[in-house]
């Protein structure tokens, strides 16, 4: 098992800028693929962005070109780089990691766009 914990999330105006961090309780270097996934009222989880341990990336298109995710495995730490935001960004945002058949998230973190 790992423990993940996000942080960085906050409230911010439309147009601004957040970086979320998801540091691992052990090596990231053997997870498969970590990711990004937000939820907001009343709507289902959906995948933000996930990168590989190989270091390719994938982002859902709502937030291509605005998002960036990358890792580093020294600090077994994933960020989540968050720009031009909108009001429809708004949600809960969770870490997850993957390895083999094995899967942990993180508590959330909550991200408020102001309109």
């Known amino acids: 098992q790992v423990q993940l914990a996000e942080s960085g999330g906050g409230l911010v105006q439309a147009g601004g800028s957040l970086r979320l961090s998801c540091a691992a309780s052990?090596?990231?270097?053997?997870?498969?693929?970590m990711g990004w996934y937000r939820q907001a009222p009343g709507k289902q989880r959906e995948l933000v962005a996930d990168i590989t341990n190989g270091g390719r990336t994938m982002y859902a298109d709502s937030v291509k070109g605005r998002f960036t995710i990358s890792r580093d495995n020294a600090k077994n730490t994933v960020y989540l780089q968050m720009n031009t935001l909108k009001p429809e960004d708004t949600a809960v945002y969770y870490c997850n990691a993957q390895w083999g058949p094995g899967a942990s998230w993180g508590q959330g973190t909550q991200v408020t766009v102001s309109s």
């Open positions: 052990r090596s990231i270097f053997s997870f498969n693929v």
